[in-house]
């Protein structure tokens, strides 16, 4: 008799406890939501470093003005993001500092804002770059070019451990990056020039691979993006005026968000 109550018990026991304890079993849908919450902002060169020099202009300020904006507009529209900036000033981050910045508050974005330049004069166009090593012969001018800021930093040599940003050599390093944010970097650099084709009316020269030394290291989704050539007269122009620093910002700003809420709903 007490056997059989046992066994009754028991069996009790089994069939009710997905009810009893289901709440504390693990699984996918009681993991929180990803929400992006911080965005680094980085306005490439400054300080000693001007960038790329147009007829009128200095890389550097064009970059900062976009990078404030891109800013201002995620804090008036996305208050739940907070907005890190590399600098805001005329100062002089050093490479290594700038993707350190994200990965030591944490960052879910880094974005690097850049503008170009080419020997031929005719060219034009935005470009979005993510980290690969993809096509470097291709892009290895402008990719020397961002990653020689590091020759104006004190003891260079030794901080970047003898990378040579005008050996090709030296490239060799990047080829161990971690793939881990690629696929998100992607979608967001897409975004970016799809809105610089369709919203602003620029020429898109798409989005490309390229090892540059500060997408290389942070540990989140990176893009570095290139406003458009300063060597070009025209885009030089469209880049210098209000107008034209204010649509670029705002494309930026629209792929982020749309970033975002895309990356959320997975």
Known sequence: MVRSKNKK???TLVLLTPFLFGGYIPNETMMPAFRMKKIVLDAGHGGKDPGNLGSRSREKDINLAVTLLVGKYIKENMPDVEVIYTRKDDSFPSLKERPQIANNNKADLFVSIHSN???NKSAFGTETFVMGTKYLDANF???KRENSVILLEDNYEENYEGFDPT???SYMMFNLMSKAHFENSVSLADQIETQFRDRVGRKSRGVKQGPFYVLWTPSMPSVLVELGFL?????????MSDAGKEYMASAIYRSIRDYKEAIESK
Do not use: G, Y
């Open 117 to 119: 330049s080419a020997p």
């Open 231 to 239: 060597s070009n007269s025209e885009e030089e122009r469209f880049l």
């Open 9 to 11: 018990f028991l069996l």
């Open 167 to 169: 050996s090709p050599e």
């Open 141 to 143: 001018d402008i990719v």
